[in-house]
């Protein structure tokens, strides 16, 4: 090619002179007009640069067209629409058109030289590290620009946005470049980073925290009057004003120490807690009045507070009343796996009465002591998480909520999230009411702020801002809407021997009811003896009666099995095991429920089957067939009867035989069924003694879908 004029070669390239110039300006070509003229070899490296540019501008454009027509016809100058083009085609090499046609003219032949260079050129940029999405704000303030620089740009790329708007990776990473960035796709952050939760403490930033009191015992052995009692003698007369606030929690201070009081008393709470995950308590307070003894109630406690791995400690309450007898209910819970201290054992026994006050003082100091031996720790200089105690809506203030801090300082203004919950710390209050600003480890503290009621036993989290609190709630509430569709893993004795084999399950936690408590003996020894070296089998509680809420609570807080003998689940048991998939099994035989657990441990276990009656037929008449036997001709009464159906012979209400069909016809042909209405002839496999009016009931087993 011979030298060529500016207008041919914009021609060549379908563009305008003026717009070649302005390209050729850009490449550090100066020419004068559209008449100056260009070397041939100028003229073909431009042609192999501007002709994919061209095609790229040409598609960008209309992309931007689409964006924003209004914009591309006012307000942006031809110049800088073309400059914005091609910088949306650098994007893609990242490189100058100018920088490409250097490389070609000086070394084209060098080839991977170039490359290095080019590598090398844009190693030495600024990097930034961009998310799927940044706030205009955000990435003004991330480049070092004002907020309206960017959002010029933003206009120059077609997209009209404002300082509080989201834009996505590309657009922000177009702007970046725009300002000479180097841009880096920064490594999304897992809810569980949002939420802090594999942050480990180093053993210097834990510091000693109170410990944390549930309250537990038989009804009416005066749970509620020993936490109010406490709350007298150690609030009230302290705190100015005299009111406590009842907030489902409080703290009481004693030789300077501090100890929480859950307000809620009873196991039922306890472990509908512990089933949402809540695991709060540090210690149990067992009250037994001493005049009663240890009853079923006290029992379960015990087994609750076991099954969570809470240390006990006994209130022997009511000792001022004259039937007091504080031996006899140590002696009862050495029945239960319970020794006292005095007796040898390593249990913490304290006579108590409420209404005097009496052993108040060393109840407390006791469980100072086995919380020191517990050496609880916690650092307050981290986010803080803990769990909901309880909340309600409050027509005056929205979501009240009081939560108890298990580790970090929550403080006003903190962005929190619990469950499908969230929100902002807007006012806090302390135990005593008192307005506090911020709150540490242990401590319990009303919030208002929050989106929704969350439900007691949820984790609450602060996390970093608004943004993120709002985003892991509405995961929550996807994962909640999933996990309705798919089930949790919960055990059951179909799924054991695979959770077994996975090794997600190394024990099995059993709770027996039965209707007397010799089959609860035998049933529990038998079963404990099934523990090998991969499994352990235990029983985490027994009792005499039908299968209880609270037993289906305790099974899903301890992910247990139940086993009834002889007894059933009554409605609310049924349906809360139904929700949250506790597994039921009832028995009347008690080798029946140990084969059963033996099998689902070896991945055994028998299909569980119902039974599905198909059809009946009545027998009209018997014919006695040589070789053959004794065939019945039927009327079928109703459904039908097929030839795979497994049959019983029913004669004046009782069954004579069950068995298979040996043959089933219509006149002299055999088939496969015979519905209602029809007669038919009916041979029953090594059966002949059929007589007349006999009923054929016909059935199959249908398997139960696990
Ligand atoms: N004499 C005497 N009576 C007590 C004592 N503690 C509680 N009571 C009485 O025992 C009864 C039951 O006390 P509560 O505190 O309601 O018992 P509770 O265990 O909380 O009962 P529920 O909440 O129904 O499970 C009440 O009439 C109390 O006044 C005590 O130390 N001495």
Known sequence: MAKIRVYELAKKLNISSKELIAQLEDLDIRVVNHMSTLEAEQASLIMDLLKDETLDIDKEKHEVNNINNDL??????????????????????HHSPKEEQNKK???????????????????????????????VGVLAEKLSKSSSEVIKKLMLLGIMATINQEIDFDTASMVAEEFGYAVVEAKEESIEEKLNIDEKDE?????????????????????????????KTKVTEREAGGITQHIGAYTVKVDGETITFLDTPGHEAF???????????DIAILVVAADDGVMPQTIEAINHAKAANVPIIVAINKIDKPAANPDRVKQELTEHGLLVEEWGGDIISVAVSAHTGEGLDQLLEMILLVAEMQELKANPNRRAKGSIVEAQLDKGRGTVATLLIE?????????????????????????????????????????????????????????????????????????????????TQRLSLEDLFNQIQQGTVKEINIIIKADVQGSIEALKQSLVRLSDDEVKVNVIHT??????????????????????????????ARSIAEKEKVDIRLYRVIYNAIEDIQDAMKGML?????????????????????????????HVIDGKINRNNEVRIIRDGIVVHEGGISSLKRFKDDVREVASGYECGIGIEKYNDLKENDIIEAFTMEEIPR
């Not at 005499?544 to 689940?569: H, K, Q, W, Y």
């Open 203 to 231: 053993p210097k930033d834990l510091v000693k925290r109170p410990p944390v009191i549930t309250v537990m015992g038989h009804v009416d052995h005066g749970k509620t009057s020993l936490l109010d009692a406490i709350r």
């Open 105 to 135: 003219t000086q070394k084209p032949e060098h080839h991977e030289e170039n490359i290095v260079e080019k590598s090398a050129g844009h190693s030495s940029k600024k990097e930034i590290e961009l998310l799927s999405s940044i706030q």
């Open 407 to 487: 580790t970090g300082t929550i403080h006003v203004g903190d962005s929190v999230v619990a469950g499908v919950s969230h929100g902002k710390v807007r006012a806090m209050v302390d135990d005593k009411g008192k307005r506090v600003k911020e709150a540490g480890p242990s401590m319990p503290v009303e919030i208002i702020g929050l989106s929704e009621v969350p439900s007691a036993g949820d984790t609450f989290y602060v996390v970093e801002d608004d943004k993120i609190s709002r985003q892991i709630a509405e995961t929550k509430k996807e994962e909640i809407r999933e996990q309705h569709i798919h089930q």
């Open 72 to 93: 591309e016809d006012t307000n942006i100058k031809s110049t800088e629409k073309r400059k914005n083009q091609k910088n949306i085609s650098r994007n893609k090499s």
């Open 606 to 634: 028998d299909p569980e089957y119902k039974e599905v009656i198909m059809g009946r037929a009545e027998i009209r008449q018997t014919f006695k067939v040589p070789n053959i036997g004794t065939i019945a001709g039927c």
């Open 543 to 572: 009792g005499v009666g039908a299968i209880s809420e609270t037993d289906v609570m305790l099974a899903s807080a301890s992910n247990a099995i139940i086993i009834g003998f002889n007894v059933r689940p009554d409605n609310n």
């Open 271 to 281: 472990t509908a807690m512990r089933s949402r995950g809540a695991s709060i308590t």
